[in-house]
């Protein structure tokens, strides 16, 4: 979806690498514009603290998008991940030649379905989804079980993301032309709370494309900085390999095992094809966030094996 519609009563158009898209009007981006003022986000009812952002100073940098400040802060979110078993020969038919399915057993890898609430961002507010594949670091040269034990060990995974949508047009542009992700303009909704966690994806034509309810795990509180995690996400911009860094500071968190009564469904829409091109079997753990923050760094340039790695 390209997003050009005007502004109306309540937001302002801002330019994004010479595309338009709306914001609102008064909100953290349009005051702003990523430079934003940490004592005001802190005074935020909805903000625990932003001790975490302060350790993380800003950079100024040329991008797809124009100039722009890199990390991305998120200072109120709340997350869910459902992981699944599935057979690596269809993950591998879904990877890029490059990169190899990060595998929990011969012929087993992982693959997930993700949401995302940030009720408080330098973007603004917005949901996001993914269907993801947890895959071996570009530049490993390890056995795989190795791989898989470090990233545990370190909390620290790397990925493939198949499907991204957003529901903002300011978020759908920056994820698509700054960071080289898949990512397009749909209706989507997102709960999280302390009892359930609930998230819908809408198609083209509104109708269900994937959705999840669950009872939310129950939750440990965390002081800020305690528990902090990295996701490295694999993408190609301007056909050249880059990495997207991003880290999680969890302020409540909680995991169930091999979980039990977990509502999945699919409809029609890219995000169920992903899913089902993959064929997962067993669900093996459901992550919930109920609160965290995040920073989400610009990718930069990566070199990854030209000539695939043995598949």
């Not at 801002?14 to 909100?27: A, F, N, S």
């Not at 625990?48 to 940098?61: A, Y």
């Amino acid at each position: 979806m390209a997003p050009s519609s005007p502004a109306t009563a309540g937001s302002v158009e801002v330019d994004l690498g010479g595309r338009r898209v709306t914001v609102p009007e008064g909100g953290l981006f349009d005051r702003y514009r990523m430079d934003t003022d940490l004592d005001e986000v802190a005074r935020d009812p909805r903000v625990s603290g932003v001790e975490f952002f302060r350790g993380l100073p800003k950079t100024r940098v040329e991008s797809p998008i124009g100039p722009t400040l890199t990390p991305n802060f998120y200072y109120r979110m709340s997350s869910a991940r459902l992981t699944m078993l599935a057979r690596s020969r269809a993950i591998r038919a879904r990877l890029p030649r490059e990169l190899a399915p990060l595998e929990v057993a011969p012929g087993l890898g992982l693959v997930s379905v993700m949401f995302f609430r940030y009720d408080v961002c330098d973007i603004d507010f917005y949901t996001e989804a993914a269907v993801g594949i947890a895959v071996r670091p570009a530049r490993h040269g390890k056995l795989g079980f190795v791989d898989l034990l470090a990233a545990l060990k370190n909390d620290h995974l790397d990925t493939y993301v198949l499907s991204l949508p957003v529901n903002t047009d300011i978020a759908q542009v920056r994820g698509h032309d700054g960071y080289g992700f898949p990512k397009w303009v749909t209706g989507l909704d997102v709960d999280i709370d302390a009892g359930r966690t609930t998230a819908r994806v809408a198609n083209d034509s509104g109708e269900l494309d994937l959705s999840l309810s669950a009872a939310t795990p129950a939750q440990t509180r965390y002081p800020s900085g305690e528990r902090v995690s990295a996701l490295t996400s694999y993408t190609t911009v301007n056909g050249a390999w880059h990495s997207t860094l991003s880290q999680t500071n969890a302020l409540s968190a909680g995991s169930t095992t091999f979980p039990r009564h977990v509502d999945l469904r699919l409809g029609r829409g890219r995000m169920s094809d992903d899913l089902r091109s993959l064929n997962p079997t067993r669900p093996v753990r459901l992550d919930v966030l109920a609160e965290g923050q995040n920073a989400l760094h610009l990718p930069v340039p990566y070199s990854v094996p030209q000539q695939g790695v043995s598949r």
